[in-house]
């Protein structure tokens, strides 16, 4: 049906951000030695400014995420919402920085592909085996239970089946929640992630969720991005939500979030530690400084905090 040939558009995706992040990594934009498991050539070249749209993407959405677990001491839980083949665990177990579950959800096909390569990679399973206390991981094709790593396979647009799925592998809502989704609620209505949202404001009463995705969408720019993943029969179902950064914003403040910050890529990179991004800048020649500029402008990361515990002031001190 039509509905199966855009999911499948949808999960072919995850496969995009993996080679993107291998090649960037390949060339020396951020270390990741676990993501050679799960794409194993570094495949065709990239564009500079796609590398360093990559490279401020994974050093804010990392930012972020480890403000959080360090504001918490990492007495909280973890949930990547279309996770995809993310690495973000390793780096975690490797930093010190484990959260006391980690989780992520991607759909069911997704799910076995990334399980097929963590049973079959030593450099992959061993933390997790390490991180469990007894002899028994729960492990069948569509989902992993570890004591501290869970992955899940279920439908985001699905809440209640999420939900269910969720607590049967031991969520605990009492605990400070992070949530994260990246270039995921960008290819789901602008109901479905709307629900979603809602659904993490409901259940977490200290939670963080941060998201990135496409913004600024309606100019030429943002009209090509569109046709080029439609040439791939990939629709961006949300895009109506990617249109400014106050509607990034709204879709939190109409579901229960507290407070609520978004910024572009752009801004994001001139934030960032300016040493590393002239290291970085050293690597690969960008001759039009203006494509990287107009890509940048139509990416975002949105933040949306809860804060009953009082963890930070209003938004955790990001
Ligand atoms: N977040 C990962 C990253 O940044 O590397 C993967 C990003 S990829 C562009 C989008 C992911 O979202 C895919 O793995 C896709 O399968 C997943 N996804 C999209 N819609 C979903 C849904 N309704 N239910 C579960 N997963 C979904």
Redesign the pocket.
Known sequence: TDTDTADEA??A??D???TCKRFATSKGYWKDPYIQYFVRSVGDRKAPEINRGYYARVQGVNHLLDAFLRKTQCDCQVINL?????TTFWRLKDENLMPRKFFE???PT?VARKIHNIKTKPPLSKPIIETHSTDSLLLDAHSLESDRYCIIG????DISSLDEKLKKFQLNPELPTLLLS???LV??TPSHSSNLVHWAAETFHTAMFINYEQVNMSDRFGQVMIENLQRRQCTLAGVEACQTLDSQKDRFLKTGWEHVDALDMMTVYTMLPQDDVARIERLEFLDEKELLQQLLQHYNICWATKDKLNLGNAHFNV
Do not use: N, Q
């Open positions: 949808v999960r995706t995850c995009d951000a993996t279309g996770a995809g083949l993310d959800v991607d759909f997704v279920a439908d985001l647009r990246e270039c995921v290819y789901m």
